[in-house]
């Protein structure tokens, strides 16, 4: 059974086509990024498959579940958030919101070793009792995959992880979400504008600009005539090793 079936999908804002006949299909296990610029429709693919938005055409299932039926076997990070850092609520308690399953249910030991585990396993168990606006960027960003994970999720969606974030977080992010993948055999789907992030960390890619422009392995959907079509024809890449590094655009003298 696939993991997520995008089929024929279409969305329009205001006779405006956003989303046009978005085909592509993620296999269970994988870590999978959908890449495009701003305004490529990537928000609206999101809250389409988190059930948010119902498309005007096509459908979207998550382990053959329709999206208002698979809630409980997806897990979803946000962006990085600013949190007010006069609120008085912990790590602990952060993840701990991520297991409540019903209004003021008492939670029991077993509850409280699956946050002990999922902070473990992010590397965040040394940090459970501070306060949760007085950590990294970085930090928070492990502790909200840990709270998307208390739950067990089959699927996994991270919203553009990687902003606001030091890029030498990076590398130990990536590093993070292979063992989450390892470990729990979680699907993970990243949704991204940075090539640079993805490029060679993911094992295929989806790549939107309100079309599918295409979708495969990174060597093979990384192409310089794919990212003019993504970032337009002013877009260029340098290619070391199997898969491009870095986009840039070209000055007005037309040197890059």
């Not at 990294?136 to 969606?157: D, E, N, T």
Request: glycine residues 10%; contains cysteine; hydrophobic residues 40%.
């Amino acid at each position: 059974m696939k993991a997520l079936e995008v089929r024929k999908v279409w969305f329009t804002y205001q006779s405006e086509p956003v989303l046009k006949n978005i085909n592509f299909s993620v296999e269970e296990g994988e870590l999978v990024a959908i890449l495009g610029p701003n305004g490529a429709g990537k928000t609206t693919l999101l809250k389409i498959i988190l059930g948010l938005l119902k498309p005007q055409k096509g459908e979207v299932r998550i382990f053959g579940l329709p999206p208002e039926k698979a809630r409980g076997i997806v897990g979803y990070v946000p962006q990085n958030l600013s949190p007010n850092r006069r609120m008085p609520i912990t790590a602990e308690a952060v993840v701990l919101m991520g297991a409540y399953r019903g209004f003021l249910k008492p939670l029991g030991k077993e509850i409280r070793r699956a946050v002990e585990e999922v902070l473990q396993q992010v590397g965040m168990i040394a940090f459970r009792k501070r306060l949760f606006g007085e950590l990294s960027g970085g930090q928070r960003q492990r502790v909200l995959i840990a709270r998307a994970l208390v739950r067990r999720p089959k699927l996994l969606i991270l919203d553009e992880p990687e902003t606001g974030l030091d890029p030498s977080f990076q590398e130990g992010f990536y590093k993070l979400l292979l063992r989450v993948k390892q470990a729990y055999g979680t699907t993970i789907l990243i949704v991204t504008h940075d090539v640079m992030a993805v490029s060679q960390r993911v094992s295929s890619i989806a790549c939107l600009n309100r079309e599918l422009v295409a979708h495969g392995r990174p060597q093979e959907v990384l192409t310089g005539e794919n990212l003019k079509c993504l970032y337009g024809e002013a877009a260029a890449y340098f290619g070391h090793g199997p898969a491009p590094h870095m986009v840039v655009e070209e000055h007005s003298g037309g040197n890059f």
